[in-house]
């Protein structure tokens, strides 16, 4: 007695979508790894040009570190491009550093003391830049404070600035915060943001540390 073959479970997946997905990866990636670079670059250009007539040195400054993050964003750019996008986050912090100065806001690093994963740190440093690019945006802040902690299995990202307007709306988030939230509990991570008396905001950022 013959059987008849036994069914087969045949997947079929619609191209389609993915390359839509793919496409809708891609487009989030150069969002959150370049846009908040394009906007300090921008904000560097800014300064640059209303210290032209007045501090011609200053200027030049400016124009030459805005010129330095085109050059870094155009090989993060290439690097996206192929897939293997990895960011320093001690690099991250130290250019953020730099940046922030350069707008007059005294700015204060604390390192975690101890090499993270590569994946976390891309994470840790686009979550730094998102967070600056608002800083520079948002705020009238003189004093920045941004810190990364390691231990008792987790890490934990602040970004704090005291120069939140008396006027501001209560805190939302923008594009940028949402996708960045979206890509911290992606690996696991929790992200918030808070205003607390007297004129400060807070950004936190916690992961576990594998």
Same mark, same amino acid.
């Given at each position: 007695?013959?059987?008849?073959?036994?069914?087969?479970?045949?997947?079929?997946? #619609?191209? =389609?979508? %993915?390359?839509?997905?793919? /496409?809708?990866?891609?487009?989030?990636? *150069?969002?959150?790894? $370049?846009?908040?670079?394009?906007?300090? %670059?921008?904000?560097?250009?800014?300064?640059?040009?209303?210290?032209?007539?007045? =501090?011609?040195?200053?200027?030049? #400054?400016? *124009?030459?570190?805005?010129?330095?993050?085109?050059?870094? %964003?155009?090989?993060?750019? /290439?690097?996206?491009?192929?897939?293997?996008?990895?960011?320093?986050?001690?690099?991250?912090?130290? @250019?953020?550093?730099? $940046?922030?100065?350069?707008?007059?806001?005294?700015?204060?690093? &604390?390192?975690?003391? &101890?090499?993270?994963?590569?994946?976390?740190?891309?994470?840790?440093?686009?979550?730094?830049?998102?967070?600056?690019?608002?800083? *520079?945006?948002? @705020?009238?802040?003189?004093?920045?404070?941004?810190?990364?902690?390691?231990?008792?299995?987790?890490?934990?990202?602040?970004?704090?600035?005291?120069?939140?307007? /008396?006027?501001?709306?209560? &805190?939302?988030?923008?594009?940028?915060?949402? @996708?960045?939230?979206?890509?911290?509990?992606?690996?696991?991570? @929790?992200? /918030?943001?808070?205003?607390?008396?007297?004129?400060?905001?807070? *950004?936190?950022?916690?992961?576990?540390?594998?």
């Amino acid at each position: 007695m013959l059987r008849e073959p036994e069914a087969t479970a045949v997947v079929v997946t #619609d191209p =389609r979508r %993915i390359v839509v997905r793919e /496409r809708l990866r891609f487009a989030q990636d *150069l969002h959150d790894l $370049l846009g908040p670079r394009l906007s300090a %670059i921008t904000l560097q250009c800014e300064l640059a040009h209303r210290h032209l007539d007045g =501090r011609p040195d200053t200027a030049r #400054d400016q *124009l030459a570190q805005a010129l330095s993050g085109l050059r870094d %964003i155009l090989e993060e750019a /290439r690097r996206v491009a192929h897939g293997y996008h990895c960011l320093s986050l001690e690099t991250e912090l130290a @250019s953020n550093r730099e $940046l922030l100065e350069s707008a007059g806001v005294e700015t204060e690093v &604390t390192l975690p003391g &101890t090499v993270l994963p590569a994946p976390l740190q891309t994470v840790l440093a686009t979550t730094v830049r998102e967070a600056v690019a608002n800083v *520079l945006k948002h @705020s009238r802040a003189r004093r920045c404070r941004l810190a990364v902690e390691a231990g008792n299995g987790a890490v934990r990202l602040t970004v704090t600035n005291d120069g939140v307007p /008396r006027t501001a709306p209560p &805190t939302a988030a923008g594009l940028g915060l949402r @996708s960045l939230t979206e890509r911290v509990t992606a690996v696991g991570g @929790s992200l /918030r943001h808070t205003r607390f008396p007297p004129a400060h905001h807070l *950004l936190e950022a916690r992961f576990p540390l594998p």
